[in-house]
């Protein structure tokens, strides 16, 4: 009877050390996980690139190894361009076309212009010297006047004949290339103007010498009439300026649309080349020459060998400790060294449950947060791929 009750105090004593065991012991293993700094492991990472054309085509030249090291800007490899090339000659054909009809509609404009006002000038003077003729038949005419046009008629001689000796100068140098068609027109402008007003001054000073009869007078009316006739045709010549305007509008724009299809097809040239984004090292080649390769299939992997870095997912408890900045020691097993690292990046939002809470414990999720650490020492002994630990013991 006494050992019966013995071993039931036993079992008791039994029972309520193991209900302390399990309600207690959790607190105790959280409060030892707060204190202590838990290690994490990663893997190595390293910036990576795969390169492909823009366009679909047939590789050329692809003549880089794996593992050979390239420079930001070189060619990696070309597709075959000359049906490109051909079409870049053409743009550039068809800029030139448009260059060259653009000056010709402003040399149109020019010359339009300068002929207009020629003829205005002309018809105005055409229209007072008629209107000259016929106040000098109803009013007869003085000496000084007769004086006048006699000085008249020689001025307007020699400039007559001064304008045609240019004329034929002029004449002789585009004949030897010398002078371009322009400047004979203007010169022949030029010396007609001088004639007709040679020939004008010299009918008024006959008139004014021979007196006027009425049918004279009747003709220089007509003459009037005329010469106004002449001078409104002459103004309408104004719409004409206008149209060579509108041409030279119009092949300012032809010769836009010409150089946006010229660097348009220049960047489709370009598209041919593959030049490497950065310093690196070739880790994949997918294509060999004569290979038929389709737009954005990468032809050829490469990778930067000096940017590496190791993520992990650390526990909100251990948070407080880090800094962006910091610089921590990470090692890598399989070379069997210690590095040194610098965090760059903590991801303020959480990644997941690293461990989930039980509730008939009182327990709470305990969540985890990305950071990156950038290794910035012996690099180059590291491998993409190779375990990366840390203890997450911040190096000083």
Sequence with gaps: ???????????????????????????????????????????????????????????????????????KGQLVAQLEANEWEAKVNQARAAVEIAEANLQKAMRSVGLTEQTGAAKIEQAQAAVHMAQAKLDA?????RKEEIAQFEA??????????????????????????????????????????????????????????????????????????????????????????DLTHSDVRLAKGQLQQAMAQLQEAETYFSYTKLLAPADGVVTKKLGKTGDMVSSGMTTLSMADPFDKWVTYYVFEQDLDLLKIGQKVSVVIPAIGQEILGEVKFINPAPQFAARKATNYLSERDVRSFEVKIQLVEKVEQVYAGMTAEWSGVPKE
């Design 1 to 71: 009877m006494v050992k019966q009750r013995w071993a039931i105090s036993i079992g008791g004593v039994g029972v309520i050390g193991l209900l302390f065991l399990f309600f207690f012991s959790p607190l105790t293993s959280a409060k030892k996980d707060q204190e202590t700094f838990l290690s994490y492991s990663g893997i190595v990472q390293q910036t990576e690139f795969d390169l492909g054309f823009k366009l679909a085509g047939r590789l050329q030249s692809i003549e880089l190894q794996e593992g050979q090291h390239i420079k």
């Design 137 to 141: 038949l109803k009013h007869g005419v």
């Design 152 to 241: 008249k008629v020689k001025a307007a001689k020699e400039a007559s004949d001064q304008a045609e000796d240019l004329l034929q100068r002029t004449t002789v140098l585009y004949e030897q290339g010398a002078v371009a068609q322009s400047k004979v027109d203007e010169a022949k402008l030029q010396a007609e103007q001088t004639k007709a007003q040679a020939v004008q001054t010299q009918l008024q000073l006959e008139i004014a010498l021979s007196g006027a009869r009425p049918e004279e007078i009747e003709a220089a009316k007509q003459q009037v009439e005329q010469a106004r006739g002449g001078l409104k045709e002459a103004l309408t010549s104004t719409a004409k300026v």
